[in-house]
C-alpha cells in the first residue's frame, strides 16, 4: 500500500500563487506517472497535469503556461506551483500516483484532496 499525504492548498486571490505538495510513503515499488487532478463543484474531475518517472509532462490546456509540475529527486514527491490563480481554478485538487512492478502490473493511489479556493 501507498499512502499520500498533500498539503498547501487554500485560500488566495485571483492573481496569487499557491504551491501543493503530496508526498508518497509506504510500499512503494515504482512510482511511475505521478499528477493533479482538481474536481469542482458539479464537475467532473479533470486532470490537470502529471509528470512521468523520465520527467515527461502533460498539462490541460487551461492551466498550460501558468501551472508547473515536478517530483523531487527521490521521485516520492510531486508538486504544483501554481502561478497567476484564476477564481475558475477553485476546486478540490487530488494527487495521483501509478506504482508498477513485475511485467504490467500497476496500482494507482489517491490523495484524500486538498481544497483550493480562488476569489476575485
Known amino acids: 500500500q501507498v499512502q499520500l499525504v498533500e498539503s498547501g492548498g487554500g485560500l488566495v486571490q485571483a492573481g496569487w500563487s499557491l504551491r501543493l505538495s503530496c508526498a508518497a510513503s509506504?510500499?512503494?515499488?515504482?512510482?511511475?506517472?505521478m499528477g493533479w487532478y482538481r474536481q469542482a463543484p458539479g464537475k467532473q474531475r479533470e486532470l490537470v497535469a502529471a509528470i512521468s518517472n523520465g520527467g515527461t509532462t502533460n498539462y490541460a490546456d487551461s492551466v498550460k503556461g501558468r501551472f508547473s509540475i515536478s517530483r523531487d529527486n527521490a521521485k516520492t514527491t510531486v508538486y504544483l506551483q501554481m502561478n497567476s490563480l484564476k477564481p475558475e481554478d477553485t476546486a478540490v485538487y487530488y494527487c495521483?500516483?501509478?506504482?508498477?512492478w513485475g511485467l504490467g502490473s500497476r496500482a494507482d493511489y489517491w490523495g484524500q484532496g486538498t481544497q483550493v479556493t480562488v476569489s476575485a
Open positions: 495521483n500516483v501509478q506504482d508498477v
Open positions: 509506504g510500499s512503494i515499488f515504482s512510482l511511475n506517472i
